[in-house]
């Protein structure tokens, strides 16, 4: 009699007289179906188990349905590997990229703490410096002197006189210079004969000091309003023109070839190709502009001015009170520390996209 081996999707092929093939796990003799001599099915084929004990389903020895419960019910949790790669583990540290994480977070705040903290340890050494007598206090005043001054200048208002005035004036004088600048640099950037005849211009302008120009514009504007924010306006304009060109020049070839495909006008080419691809550069420029304008303000305040900071470090130092002419640099500081991080908030939400 020929025996037909099973497997492989029912399929087998014949075997010789007398060369029985063993029907399954090399047992000879059994039934066709696997079943052992004595008509029992073999334990790996009667309740779907393999050889290794456990379930042909995938179930483990302990019979575990295949979803991962456990017998009382309860979800059993994924190999580590998988899912809790950045969980907190049995004693509360974490695994792979968690673990990596969980450290870095400390040391950033602990960064945060020290950007905090050193300032404060400066001025606490300064005051010490002064009472061991290690430092002039003519010149260097202790804080808590200048401390005392700073509340005398708020209560009589005179600190927040001088500090109005210079806000106006910078901010109008910065207005007054990046807003053309962003506005010509687009021109020059889309337009190669307008840059042609202004680059000239614009390159032997850039390199003169703008406070070695306030000789000539006091010449021309006079001691007044005109003259600080002139001044003011001419120090920003360049740094935001340069830098608003080079953003449009540099703007990679695909975007213009794909505007021109799509039959973009001059004037859609301008607003969504030119404007946000140079917005990058363009934002450089406004944070150089910001902190020359500071710095002009200061100077055209100290040469023509009866207030304002300028005018007020100008003629506490004429008057030996360096509690208040300290007083008046950290505001200058303060104040361009403050425009910069706004400048750096509004280019975060404008420009989304660009990494951090």
Known sequence: MNRWQHGNG??????GPGRLAPVLDGQAGGAPDGRAQDGRMPDSRRDGRASDGGLRDGRPHDGRP???RAHDGRPQADPPVTVLADEPGPRGRGTGAGLTWRRRRPVLGRERWLSILSPIAMLLIWEILVRLGWLDARFFPPPSRVAVRFADMVADGTLFHH???SLMRVILG???GAVPAVAIGLTMGLFPWVRAVLEPVVAALYPIPKIALLPLLLMIFGVGETFKVVTIALGCFTLVLVNTVAGVVNIERIYVDVARNFGASRLDFYRTVAWPGALPMI???LKLGM?????LIVAAEMIGARSGLGYLIWNSYQVWDMAAMYIGLVLMSFFGYVFTMALNELERVVLPWRPR
């Open 10 to 15: 029912g399929r087998g092929r014949r075997r």
């Open 66 to 68: 295949h979803d991962g």
């Open 163 to 165: 500090l109005g005035i």
């Open 174 to 176: 910065f207005a007054a």
């Open 283 to 285: 934002f450089a420029g």
């Open 291 to 295: 902190g020359v304008s500071l710095l």
